[in-house]
């Protein structure tokens, strides 16, 4: 009964406890340099430990959430779902998400394949990953039977036959070399060679120090009269003068004989040198920078985020790709796998500094792509709460998509501008009196006119209050209506000379009227003239703010400043452009000034870069840590000083 027990055991018990004596045994490979490597005795090299440390512990502490897609596009985390919380929180119940990935990473970097097995409640849902040593799946262990991928698995104490676990129930990711697509190669076993090589250098050093930091010695020409003195006088030699605490105490010698020096010296024979070399080399099997893995020698401050970067890019994320197709594969319903999908977060591995971040994130907020809590999320930062009115529903401030016009709602944006009102109801015609003739009756007619452009003026002017965006084409409106208005004042100056003569006691007259159009066409255009002058200053303002604010930054480090300055200032010429030209185009109409909007902006600007740059250059001449404040006290006063432009 017992034997039959055996074979049907749960397969979740293949996988060794964490104190088995499985995971303690060894079977070194001797390599050239004579020193035995696996993939046990490799850890006692540091460039293995930390370039090992480095894969797996960043993929075990980065985010690895399961994402449902969303019917119009993008995609939510599935927090919900089973295979999340097994990917995301806890694979099985002796260690959580990060110590399991870690583990797996280790293995399938150094092993070749890492291996777990999924087991399934008795309705088929996925109950825990189960993680196997890869020691107990040897390669030979892997066969294909009747089309399909079978695992064979030791058992931990290697007594009795292996289990047979199937595709479906075995988590496999292998490394990302490898033959067949199947097993993969491991570090270890590839570059054995190389860190035995590796291994031996430090031997020798230790060695070397243990003795004096000496090269090995030979004694010519000395006699010993027996055997027996021969060994005592080795014997003495090693007692006196082995040991680093023994370096440097005198040596005594048999008559007549010679210290010869065998092989080199460890400076002669370039120790250090070889040392570096090794530890790039190594580094260069794992596919991790070595000033990851702690060698600074080529990494300077001006290349190590880049260097950064790249090692998510062009290393890391390969494993991790594995990971989550393997994820896609094996643990989602076909149904699911339409829907979800597995995905680690690396953003906040490729965040760059704090200048190039916010740099960033202007630009995604200001083209609409981020909203404020978007970007607060990004940056680790709590949401804004507060709410506001649009088109009649309270909305969240943070959650609202902006872009540059006037740091309008997207929404807004998107409508185009507002449909010009409907042109008031003319007023009802009186009859005429008995006693006023027909030219009379027309100039009370040109009177009402006049009245209602100037009530149709009067709301082109709350148009405009009500939405800056739109105040190029009231302008264009405005000059139209004043016109008609002066072909009016010629129509009614005429009919005065005729009503003059046939009616003396007109209370308006005819030039009245024209000063009063005069003085409402002059109060309108600089009405005009205002509103564009303020939207253009808030223009000014939020440029000088984005200006000031990198320029701060800059500041921050002064190793080429200046250079870093020129090329921001080569960006910042675009953004000017591109911000200025509609609010000077709408200036220059209302000052009634005919020059070119893009060539007066590109003018302004080049005049504005030029003062900038001369300004801060002139602090630049200044030790490196008293460069911020003296950016700080430049650049004080640009608000009061420069925000404007003069038309």
């Known amino acids: 009964m017992s034997l039959l027990m055996s074979f049907f055991e749960r397969t979740a018990e293949l996988s060794p406890s964490p104190s088995d004596d499985f995971y303690y045994q060894s079977l070194p490979i001797r ?17 293995c430990w930390a370039a090992t440390r480095l894969l797996a512990g960043t993929s075990g502490w980065l985010p690895f959430n399961l994402y449902k897609r969303l019917p119009g596009g993008g995609a939510n985390i599935d927090s919900n779902h089973r295979v999340h919380r097994l990917i995301h929180d806890q694979p099985n119940a002796d260690m959580g998400a990060m110590m399991f990935r870690a583990r797996g990473v280790n293995h399938q970097v150094n092993w070749g394949n890492t291996y777990s097995e999924i087991v399934k409640t008795n309705g088929g849902m996925i109950e825990s990953l189960e993680p196997i040593h890869p020691r107990r799946v040897p390669p030979q262990n892997i066969r294909r039977e009747n089309g399909r991928i079978v695992y064979y698995v030791e058992r931990p104490d290697g007594i009795g036959r292996p289990q047979k676990l199937t595709q479906e129930f075995m988590f496999h ?141 062009y290393s890391l994320i390969q494993w991790l790709k594995l990971w989550e197709q393997e994820v896609w594969r094996k643990l989602l319903m076909p149904e699911e796998q339409k829907t979800h999908y597995a995905k680690f977060v690396v953003d906040a591995l490729e965040r760059g500094n704090l200048a190039s971040r916010t740099e960033a994130g202007v630009k995604k907020f200001f083209n609409g792509l981020w909203t404020l809590n978007d970007w607060a999320s990004q940056e680790d930062m709590n949401p804004i709460s507060e709410t506001a009115t649009v088109d009649g529903k309270e909305v969240s401030l943070g959650d609202m998509h902006f872009v540059q016009q006037a740091m309008i709602p997207l929404a807004m944006a998107a409508k185009g501008p507002p449909e010009p009102a409907a042109p008031s109801e003319p007023p009802p015609k009186e009859e005429p009196k008995p006693e006023e003739d027909g030219n009379l009756q027309a100039v009370r007619q040109d009177i009402a006119a006049v009245s ?194 003069q038309l």
Not at 219 to 247: M, W, Y
Not at 592 to 614: K, N, Q, T
């Open 31 to 47: 390599t050239a340099a004579g020193v035995r490597v696996d993939e046990t005795t490799a850890f006692n090299y540091s460039v």
């Open 173 to 313: 990711v292998p490394s990302i070399i490898s033959e067949d697509g199947i097993i993969g190669r491991g570090v270890i076993t590839n570059a054995r060679e190389s860190i035995g090589k590796a291994i031996g250098t430090q031997k020798r050093g230790s060695s070397a120090i243990n003795h004096g930091g000496a090269p090995p010695l030979a004694l010519k020409n000395a006699s010993f009269k027996t055997k027996e003195d021969k060994d005592e006088f080795r014997r003495q030699i090693n007692e006196v003068h082995g040991g680093p605490e023994n370096a440097g105490k005198w040596l005594l010698l048999p008559k007549d004989s010679e210290v010869q020096m065998l092989g080199f010296s460890l400076e002669d024979s370039q120790f250090i040198e070889s040392e570096q070399f090794d530890i790039e080399e190594i580094a260069r099997w794992y596919g991790v920078p070595p000033h990851l893995v702690g060698h600074l020698l080529r990494a300077t401050f001006n290349n190590i985020e880049e260097l950064g970067i790249s090692f998510v890019k």
């Open 452 to 645: 209602g452009s100037a009530t149709a003026l009067a709301l082109s002017v709350e148009r405009i209050v009500a939405s800056l965006g739109t105040l190029q084409d009231d302008v264009s409106h405005a000059r139209s209506e004043q016109q008609t208005i002066s072909i009016n004042v010629q129509e009614i100056a005429a009919a005065q000379a005729v009503a003059t003569t046939s009616q003396e006691g007109l209370s308006l007259t005819v030039a009245q009227l024209a000063t009063r159009h005069e003085e409402t066409a002059t109060a309108s255009q600089a009405m005009h003239k205002s509103l564009a002058g303020t939207m253009l200053r808030d223009v000014l303002a939020r440029l000088l703010s984005v200006e000031l604010h990198n320029v701060k930054n800059l500041a921050q480090s002064a190793s080429m400043f200046d250079q870093r300055l020129a090329a921001f200032y080569d960006k910042h010429r675009k953004t000017m452009e591109t911000a200025l030209l509609s609010p000077v185009s709408v200036a220059l109409l209302a000052s009634g000034r005919g020059d070119e909007p893009a060539a007066f902006v590109r003018g302004h600007i080049d005049g504005h870069v030029a003062d900038s740059l001369r300004q801060l250059l002139a602090v630049c001449d200044c030790q490196a840590e008293e460069l911020p404040g003296k950016v700080e006290e430049c650049v004080s006063k640009w608000h009061e000083e420069r925000a404007t432009v």
